[in-house]
């Protein structure tokens, strides 16, 4: 049997290289002929073992190498292009070949592409109620309003220069910037075509088809599920210039006759995601302090934009007094529209009845003006209703349950049969309840039938609200998220090679920054517990590292070769003559200064890192001339080794004495949020890199300075050693 195993892996003995005269052009000897030349079996298999072993080191060394080629491509011009693409989950690109549609799943390409239209684009169902008949009897009717005028030159070109290039064009694979050309070489040509367009309500068939492509939601565990992707619709440019045009006359004549409801906060100037959730708070916080019970309902619609039904749309538009010739635009811009599908090979075309295209320029516009019809509904006494965009929220207060209950179930049941007059679906399953005082969990709120049942938390536009409004598992989850964006980060990222440090500081301050401080405005007074601050602090440290290319811990130099280095960095710091004969003090302390030393490797990398002209300091004026006093003797290498020492001393010192510092940048929001101003200018700041230089920004009580701009201490103590001479 052994020898039947050695002649089974004798091909590996010698890594390839084999006896000529044995013809295998690379394998080794068998192991008959091997014991018959004298070679033992232990020593066959042992010399396999080692190749195997000197085989797999080699494969290991050359795929490290080529992956660390690979990660220091990532130059900081390619930062969007590589580096951030590669911290990013993997999800396919395009769905597959067959899906799952309820309890079936589809056979071929052809099927998946129709299921996938179907899924998006829904068809319109029956007319069943009176209103539904109404509203479609009188969606040709006209309204009795003027024409509007014709478009001028100046607002299509400045339209066009509104649309990114960089946006993927439509089937006619003209972008934006050369449409922009042809209207500033031929303003007037384009400018008549769109008026005629205008004078005639005629929108030209070849600018509503829309190519769809599907793009898979991130963090789905199910990709054969239809819901796991959503639609993306490429429109020609010159059709959604023509969008544009109309939507803004549109919003024009709705804000003149004051028909736009104020608590639509979404696709509105002047309004973003933190004035829509401080209006809600605002009211809770009012009901809280007058005693009151008070809870909110986060509203689901069942796929607002694909469900926008076209004869309410129109009833709308009569309410807030369209002009004639903008509202037969619109008319016959919803009539046979097409939307195209590649899939697999094959292509499939659908044509819509009901539907906002979601990549459309008026689509967001249209769909909130069929919503506030809801929003202009009477509801009970108590009841406060607003949305952003799709999301929609109840909030409801009381000053007893029984109040509370009855305004809320009247409430709910008014929203419900609107939807149902305009076709829309309010899921109850989807449906949040949360309450903000503990007697209100006593009411029964019912919902089409269903009880709600209230849940501890609600994600209201990316903001976590929990029962007691503290926010405490909102910036829990922002730091996780960060957390794990430095955990793919630590896979291209080492001391001594990966992506290069300028791209990591760019991540971290459009990528984390934003997503920390994110509505900080509203959570603002979590970030004074100590534990918060502990943990922004652990987080920014971690980027702050890779973005020197500095190592995650460091051992003290006393116990290593050099370590009289640390003696004297000590002495000049402290002042004490202290003897060099002293024991080392080998227990780590949980704080570092500017006492404790550091790894050789450490020293290096951060003393390679700070390369930038030196601004003089007061602080280290003192700081320079006592290190240069008791180094300026010192030999090339050692210096070399002090300089290393002092700049990581120094960076880790002051991350010990960090204080939140950062500006938020939508300062417009945290004035409109604090009724003070000087309140406002004192809100979170976590502990981040400077803005402008991509330097760590150290804050100290009374003092702020860039690290980078210490330089390394090699030129200031240059500096200060030529002054002492």
Excluded at 65 to 78: A, P
Aim: with cysteine; proline share 6%.
């Amino acid at each position: 049997m052994l020898k039947a195993g050695a002649q089974a892996q004798g091909s590996l003995v010698d890594g390839g290289v084999g006896d000529p005269q044995a013809g295998g052009g690379g394998f080794t000897p068998s192991a008959p002929r091997c014991q018959a030349q004298g070679m033992p079996l232990e020593h066959i298999l042992e010399t396999r073992k080692q190749k195997k072993e000197l085989y797999a080191n080699k494969m290991r060394e050359e795929s490290t190498r080529h992956f660390r080629e690979f990660c220091e491509l990532q130059t900081k011009e390619n930062v969007w292009s590589l580096t951030n693409r590669l911290l990013k989950n993997a999800t396919p690109r395009r769905p597959p070949v067959t899906l799952n549609r309820g309890s079936t799943y589809t056979t071929d390409s052809q099927e998946t592409a129709k299921a996938l239209l179907d899924h998006f684009y829904p068809d319109d169902s029956p007319d069943t109620l009176t209103r539904h008949h109404e509203l479609r009897s009188e969606m040709t009717d006209l309204p009795q309003s003027h024409d509007d005028p014709p478009f001028t030159q100046e607002e299509v070109l400045e339209c066009l220069k509104q649309m990114s290039p960089k946006k993927t064009p439509g089937l006619d694979n003209f972008t934006s910037d050369i449409c922009q050309q042809f209207a500033t070489d031929y303003p007037r040509l384009l400018t008549d075509i769109l008026n005629r367009c205008l004078t005639l309500q005629h929108f030209p068939d070849q600018w509503k088809t829309a190519y769809v492509k599907i793009i898979p939601k991130p963090g789905k565990s199910d990709y054969s599920a239809l819901e796991s992707f959503r639609p993306i619709g490429l429109l020609p440019v010159f059709g959604k210039l023509l969008e544009k045009l109309f939507i803004k006359r549109v919003v024009y004549h709705a804000q003149r006759n004051n028909r736009l409801n104020k608590f639509q906060l979404g696709f509105r100037e002047q309004t973003n995601t933190c004035e829509a959730i401080h209006t809600a708070l605002k009211i809770i916080k009012l009901a809280k302090s007058e005693k009151h019970l008070s809870i909110a309902i986060s509203l689901d619609i069942k796929a607002a934009f694909d469900n926008a039904w076209w004869p309410a749309l129109f009833h709308r538009l009569r309410h807030i007094q369209c002009p004639n010739n903008i509202f037969g635009l619109i008319q016959d811009y919803i009539r046979d529209r097409k939307v195209i599908l590649d899939h697999a090979g094959r292509r499939v075309t659908k044509t819509m009845s009901k539907g906002c295209i979601q990549g459309s320029t008026c689509g967001p516009v249209l769909w909130n003006i069929i919503l506030d019809e809801l929003l202009d509904a009477r509801l009970p006494a108590g009841c406060h209703i607003q949305a952003f965009a799709d999301d929609v929220l109840l909030v409801v207060t009381a000053a007893s349950v029984g109040e509370l209950e009855s305004a809320a179930n009247l409430a709910l049941h008014h929203i419900v049969e609107w939807g149902r007059s305009v076709k829309l679906t309010f899921g109850p399953t989807k449906t949040k309840l949360i309450a903000f005082t503990p007697k209100a969990k006593v009411a029964s709120i019912n919902m089409d039938g269903h009880r709600l049942s209230f849940v501890p938390e609600v994600k209201l536009l990316g903001v976590i609200l929990d029962e007691k409004l503290n926010f405490g598992k909102h910036v829990k989850q922002v730091i996780n998220k960060a957390v794990r964006i430095f955990n793919t980060l630590c896979m291209y990222s080492r001391p001594t090679w990966g992506a290069h440090p300028e791209n990591i500081s760019t991540i971290y301050h459009q990528v984390i920054v934003p997503t920390i401080t994110y509505a900080a405005g509203i959570w603002r007074h979590v970030a004074q517990k100590r534990c918060i601050r502990r943990a922004f602090g652990s987080m920014q440290r971690g980027f702050a590292i890779k973005a020197i290319r500095g190592f995650r811990t460091n051992e003290d130099l006393d116990s290593r070769p050099g370590s009289s280095l640390a003696s004297n960095h000590s002495e000049s710091d402290t002042g004490n003559s202290a003897s060099s004969s002293a024991p080392p003090h080998h227990p780590r302390p949980t704080k570092r200064n500017l006492n404790q030393t550091l790894t050789n490797d450490v020293l290096l990398t951060v003393q390679d890192h700070f390369k930038r002209p030196v601004q003089r300091d007061d602080r280290f004026d003192i700081f320079g001339k006592n290190v240069a006093m008791k180094l300026r003797d010192l030999p090339k290498e050692q210096r070399i080794l002090a300089e290393g020492i002092i700049n990581e001393a120094l960076f880790l010192a002051e991350m010990d004495k960090l204080t939140i510092d950062h500006k938020i940048s939508d300062r417009a929001t945290i004035q409109q949020i604090n009724s003070n101003t000087a309140e406002s200018q004192s809100i979170l700041q976590p502990y981040l890199l400077d803005n402008n230089t991509g330097a760590v920004q150290i804050s100290i009580p009374e003092m702020s300075i860039p690290l980078q701009e210490v330089n390394t201490a090699a030129s200031f103590l240059c500096q200060y050693m030529q002054n002492e001479s």
